[in-house]
């Protein structure tokens, strides 16, 4: 395999020091002085900042409370149903439900040192204040844009096809490492400074599958961190929903699970957002099967999003639970051309049928797909939007496609 363990170590520093100031009159973290805010999330907010150390290197810098009074409040509620030993609690419950996210997000990110995935430099953890500091590198490029206002495309099908390809090479890395991201999409693919590359970002709701990571290489779990073994959080349900694949949302389809959830603050009135990751609870005997896969899937409906402008499932209502049916039931739609150089894109070669329960999963039809580039990207659509994820194309399938 050509990868390696990380070059260099993640820091963990203990001790904060917040009482000085540059001379422009900027605070400074340590060793790092905090510039503009760049970007705000659910749990934190992102500063860029310049690493004095290491002459003035850029970096961003993610401050996030340690505690959320309301998820605190929750995990209370949930504490009382559970045995009293500690000995019988999950790790996510010995934690503070924040402190844990935060905790299983930095172990992820402390494994992985890649080309096309954001690093982690050091993490700051000090137990007197009630924040945590996470210092990254600073993507400078931004996110990847890929429509305007008018919901076109913006990028050209090579531009498109030259953030596939990183994309694809920073997946295979992070499922190598037993990582699933299970939040890819296009804000959460950023550019470097020089915009020639693009990295995976934001490890907010990723997971660590010991038993994928075991498959690729054997490894003793000993050696791994004790959050990242912790399975407590495959019962939730994670991710932006435009971007969830049909096995992780078909238990919120049942007419059962919406009744019981219209109060769930998942739902929307004004709209589905493209950006705002959800987590749902889901009932104990619904627990979707978390598997790579998804990040194929995700995958898919990023790449449509680059070519198009627009996501290939969308709720005419504009409520996730909708949404929902449309991903788990319907079949996607072909616009006559795709990217801003509106290259034709021809004709679908698989007619949809609807996935039908108990039934086992089909082979794809070998189909002779002709030599032009509209041909090859709706053959990949295809196989990448398969609803059936042991059919669904794999990286390795993928990296071979003309595309």
């Known amino acids: ?28 973290w340590n ?49 009382r149903r559970l045995p009293s030993s500690p000995g019988h609690l999950p790790l996510s419950h010995q934690l503070a439900s924040q402190e844990h996210k935060i905790k299983k997000e930095i172990a992820i990110m402390k494994k992985c040192r890649h080309a096309h995935v954001v690093l982690l430099y050091e993490v700051i953890d ?13 993507l400078g490029g931004g996110e990847v844009k890929w429509r305007n206002k008018n919901e076109e495309p913006v990028l050209r099908v090579d531009q498109a096809r030259r953030i596939t390809r990183d994309v694809v090479l920073g997946l295979e890395y992070l499922h190598y490492q037993g990582i699933i991201h299970r939040d890819i999409k296009p804000a959460n693919l950023m550019w470097t400074p020089d915009r020639r590359t693009v990295k995976i970002t934001d490890f907010g709701v990723s997971h660590f599958s010991y038993a994928q990571r075991l498959a690729v290489a054997g490894k003793n779990p000993e050696a791994e961190d004790p959050i990242l073994l ?43 957002s493209l950006h705002d990751t959800s987590t749902v609870q889901l009932p104990v005997k619904a627990r979707a099967a978390i598997t790579k896969a998804i990040d194929v899937w995700a995958l898919g409906v ?39 150089d509106q290259i034709p894109t021809g004709k679908r070669f698989r007619p949809y049928k609807p ?26 659509l295809e196989r990448l939007l398969d609803k059936n994820p042991a059919t669904r194309m794999t990286l390795d399938e993928l990296k071979v496609v003309p595309f």
């Open 230 to 272: 912790d399975e407590s959080d495959l019962s939730k349900t994670a991710g932006t929903p435009t971007f969830m694949a049909p096995e992780v949302i078909q238990d919120l389809t049942s007419e059962s699970f919406i009744s019981s959830n219209t109060t769930s603050p998942s739902q929307s009135q004004t709209g589905i």
């Open 31 to 79: 060793q790092y002085e905090r510039g503009e805010q760049v970007g705000r999330g659910q749990h934190g907010v992102v500063y860029k900042g310049w690493d004095l150390a290491n002459n003035r290197r850029e970096v961003a810098i993610k401050v996030v409370k340690r505690n959320n009074p309301r998820n605190e409040r929750l995990n209370k509620l949930r504490r």
């Open 302 to 340: 990023t790449i449509y999003c680059l070519l198009f402008g627009k996501p290939p499932f969308l709720s005419p209502l504009a409520n996730e639970f909708q949404l929902y049916n449309v991903i788990a039931k319907e079949d996607w739609t072909l616009p006559p051309t795709m990217g801003a």
């Open 355 to 380: 996935p039908v329960e108990g039934q086992p999963p089909r082979d794809p039809p070998k189909i002779k797909i002709p030599n032009s580039e509209g041909a090859v990207v709706v053959n990949l």
């Open 126 to 138: 000090d137990p007197l204040f009630n924040k945590i500091y996470m210092v990254m590198e600073y």
């Open 1 to 28: 395999m050509p990868y390696q363990e990380p070059p260099e170590q993640v820091l963990t520093t203990t001790k904060l020091r917040k009482d000085k100031y540059s001379a422009d009159g900027k605070q400074v």
